[in-house]
Every structure is written in structure tokens, then in C-alpha cells.
């Protein structure tokens, strides 16, 4: 963090406040209080029970994180979650930098319109987007089949059949998601100074090793940040198994926020999931510190 | 040669991303049926308006899109509001523990919004704001990121302006409207959409704290329709369109800013 010049007036840190507190009193009680309370709630057996008599409650220690052991339909949400995660996310990842090279290639007419079609998926509902692709998903009407007709490919139940569930789920996750990647992509392009390739050039390297030894490099910071908030995000994937799949077939495409949510919201066992969220918490934040670790090896 | 290739692929990936968007729009204007034929049909044969009839007249969708309008509109208002308040002060000001309360607020950006959610909603609950506009505004009044974003641009406007205003007299709430909000304007454009966007485009939360289908946001609404009309495609699309549309124009008309930010919130270092 860079040293700024501030105002040196005795009054600055009353007058601070004044400026800090709307909006730091609003994220201390309606962000970290809650994470505290759900930390606490997560050592309970709250549950239907105590929303209608509050003397019920009692903490139960680490049982709930005991029971989450020895609970299979956990592990499915678990499994489904990263199986999600690991082949979406790199995925998306190779997709945004692979779209964010061929446009950032100075042969490129109309730049700023195609720019605009790969982001257009990023800003729009989800919920909206996942009802289209259900449509288009449909084994007999959908377009996607037809298509895939058209080139001799018999028709797939894409959302019906098990096997195909989850990566019909991360084709739309890619779809929905590549452009905003590919933006931040750009800009880290864009920022790789000129005279690197041309020094490239005079030794004569060729494009596949200019990629490799100035870009790929050049580019690792951006990566990082890219990779981090994709894996947070896809960890939270909820709508549209919600949408196209309710979990199924067979659990297939159960997530962590999808279990939660029903152990929570569903049969109001809160304690049962809060516990839940705070599993998905420690997952997230190993996986940031693992990225963290693989930047600073890298450099 | 080389050129004809690179534009044949980008072609090809303009039209993957906007096909679903194509066929979204020239199915709503179907009749009920002919979106459940084989080979599918690109265009309709008869454009009617029926299937948004049906929305508006029989399942009075129009409360939901209010309702969605009104709650983006008013959480942009009001997180715009106290996170410029408190960038300013993070940039612009002396006081003890700044930097570790700024780190602490940014590195509490990994915590899961939905680790939050279930003490949120007894606390909403207890308040007695479940199924009220106040469930989705009062977890939206500030957040991090918007704060964190408008300290970055702010930190550029220099101190010599504030200083110069203060000779002047102008007291420190002055200085703030009168000056830095001015001065603001781009990064204040760039958060009021991913503000908008967001609340509009929310799901989880609105799933979770409005319990009746007057209150539903449109999300919620058209997740709850789809589960009764799973056969009926037109009608769906006419309820994506919906809520899709408004989501694209605010987008078109800002995007320049909408891109801008997306690309100074990418580079913190």
C-alpha cells in the first residue's frame, strides 16, 4: 500500500469518524456480527424448535461438524462442489485468456463490439439465463441437440442423465462467465510494455515462445487475482442447479450452498447449517492461501 | 489469410454467446407450443404478444419487476451514499487504526456472504423485516468492495483542493458534497451499476427473506413460475426477456464505466 499525503488537522480523526460511521456501523452489524453469531450458532442444535422457544438452545460442541462426517449427502454436496469448481474454473480461465488474446490482436476489426457480445452473459441474470439454457438443454426440442444433429451427434439428455447433469452445469457456467475474465485479461495484456516483444523479435523468437517466456509471465499476477475470485465465486454455485436441476438426477448436481440452504431454510436446522457455511468458509480460504502460496513459489 | 481465420473464430464466439439471448427473445413471441417442435423453429411463424399478456394480466408479474426496480434503485442510493462517505475518509484523512481497519475490512472480503445469512435472518426476523423491502436493503447499505473502490480513485484528487476549500471556510461535509462528490463521478457511475446489477440479478437472498409472491423480486418470481410452467418455454422466455432486458440497456448505457472499473478493482495490489 502506498504512503498518501493526509491532512494533518486535529480534528481529523472526529471528523473520520463522522465520514466512517454509516457505513462501518451497517458492515459491523449486519456483516461481522453475523459471521460471529453464525460462528456460535454453528456449536448449537438450533433448530425449529428454538425459533419458537428461544430456551431451548444448547451448545452441543463440535457435534455438528461431527455429524457432517457421517453425512453422505454432504459428501455428494462436497464432491459435486468440486467437481464443479476444478473443471469450470480452469476452464472459464483458458476460455477468457484465449478470447482475450484473439482480441487484443491489432488485426482485430470492430474490437470493442465483439468485446461487447463475450460480456453481454456477464451482466445478465442468472436465474434468467439458466431458465433459457434449460430450454435450449431440452433433450428433444432444445437447439443445442439440434445443432449437435446437424454434425451426426445423437441427442444427449443433457440435464436428465447423471453423467451429463454437472457438465451441462459448467458449459453455462463458462458461457455466463468467460467475458468477465476476459476483460480483466485485457487489461493486464495491455499492460505489458511493447518493448519486451519487440527485444523478443530481434533474437527471433516466435509467437509460441514469445506466449510462453513474455506473456504467460508477464500476465502470472492477473492470473492469480483471476483464478482466486473465479474459485470463490464457483464455490457458491447455487442458481442453477436450482434452477435447471433442483439437485438432481440422483444428487448429481447437489452444492454445498444448495445443502446448506435446505438444512437451513427448508427444515430449519440452523445450527446443522451454519455449520455448513463455515465448512464452505474454511474451504475458500485454504484455496485462496494455496493460490497466495503459488504466487509467491512462481516469483 | 491469418486475419480472415481470427475473425471467422470471433464470429463464431459472437454467435455462441448471443444465440441463447436470439432465441430467448423470438421464442417469447410464440405461440404456446411452437417452441416445443422439432427441428426447432429460429423465427416465429406467428409473433403474438400473448405469452406477456399472460405475465402481466394472469400472474401479475408487474409487482415483481417493481419490486426489483424499486429495491436496485434504492440500495444503489444508499450504498453509493455512506460507501463514498467512507472512501473519502479512508483516503483523505489521519486517524488512529486506519490502516488496520482498512485491512482488516479488506481482507474480510473472502468471508462467503452466506456464512452470514442464517444469523442475518433471525436478526431480520427479530426485527420483524422478514417479507419487507428492509430484508434486502438493510444487508446492502455498504459493502467492502464499494468502499475499497471509491479510496482508490479518491486518493488521486489532490490534497491542494481540499486545502484550498478550507481556506475558504468550507466546513469538512462541504468539502465532501461540494468537491469530492463532483470529483467522484466516474467511480460513483462505475459503482451505482455493479450496485444495480447485482441487487437486480440477486437470487439467494431474496429466495430466502421475501415469503410471498407480492413481495418476490423477479428472480424469485421467475424461479418459483419455472417450477409450475416447466413445460411451458414461451411463457418462460417472455419472463426472461423481462428480466433480462432492463439488466442489458442499464449495461449498454453505462458500459463504458461498468468496464473502467471492473479493471481498477482488478489491480490491487
Known sequence: MKKQRALSFKTTTTTAYFFLAPALSAIFIFFFIPVIAAFIISFTDFDIYTLGNFSTLRLIGFDNYVKLFSDDLFWTALGNTFYFVVVAGPLSIAVS?????????????????????????????????????????????????????????NPIDWLGDP?????????????????????????????????????????????FQKFKHITL????????????????????????????????????????VQYMYQEGFRWWNMGYSASIAFVLFIIIFIGTLIQFKVQKLSK | MKKIILHIVLIFVAVITLIPFLWMISASLMYDGHASVFPPRFIPDEFTLMQYERLFERLSIARNFIN?????????????????????????????????????????????????????????KWMGFINTYMAIIIPGLANIFGIFLIRQYCISIPDSLIEAARIDGANDFLIYRK??????????????????????????????????????????ALANLMLEHTKDPELMMAGSVLTILPVIIVFLALQKYYMKGLMIGSVKE
Request: charged share 10%; proline share 6%.
Open chain 1, 97 to 153: 485468456l484465449t478470447a482475450a488474446l484473439l482480441l487484443n490482436s491489432k488485426l482485430v476489426k470492430f474490437k470493442s463490439l465483439f468485446r461487447l457480445a463475450y460480456f453481454l452473459p456477464v451482466v445478465t441474470t442468472l436465474v434468467a439465463v439458466a431458465i433459457v439454457w434449460r430450454f435450449i438443454y431440452h433433450p428433444n426440442f432444445g437447439i443445442l441437440n439440434f445443432f449437435l444433429g446437424l454434425i451426426g451427434i
Open chain 1, 163 to 207: 453423467d451429463w447433469a454437472m457438465p451441462s452445469i459448467i458449459l453455462l457456467a463458462v458461457w455466463k462467465n468467460f467475458g468477465y475474465n476476459m476483460i480483466i485479461f485485457i487489461a493486464g495484456l495491455q499492460n505489458i510494455p511493447e518493448e519486451l516483444y519487440e527485444a523478443a523479435d530481434i533474437v527471433g523468437a516466435n509467437a
Open chain 1, 217 to 256: 509471465p508477464m500476465l502470472a499476477p492477473t492470473t492469480i487475482f483471476v483464478s482466486i475470485i473465479t474459485m470463490i465465486g464457483y464455490f457458491q454455485l447455487f442458481a442453477e442447479p436450482y434452477v435447471m436441476t433442483q439437485g438432481g438426477p440422483l444428487n448429481k448436481t447437489l452444492s454445498i
Open chain 2, 68 to 124: 426489483s426496480l424499486v429495491l436496485s434503485i434504492l440500495v444503489t442510493i444508499i450504498s453509493l451514499t455512506l460507501n463514498s462517505m467512507a472512501g473519502f475518509a479512508f483516503a483523505k484523512y489521519r486517524f488512529r487504526g486506519k490502516d488496520k481497519l482498512f485491512n482488516l475490512l479488506l481482507s474480510s472480503m473472502i468471508i462467503p456472504a452466506q456464512v452470514t445469512m442464517l444469523p442475518l435472518f433471525l436478526m431480520l
Open chain 2, 179 to 220: 468537491i469530492i462528490l463532483p470529483l467522484l463521478t466516474p467511480v460513483l457511475a462505475t459503482l451505482a451499476i455493479f450496485n444495480f446489477l447485482g441487487t437486480w440479478n440477486d437470487f439467494l437472498w431474496p429466495l430466502i427473506v421475501m415469503t410471498d409472491d407480492s413481495m418476490y423480486t423477479l428472480p424469485v
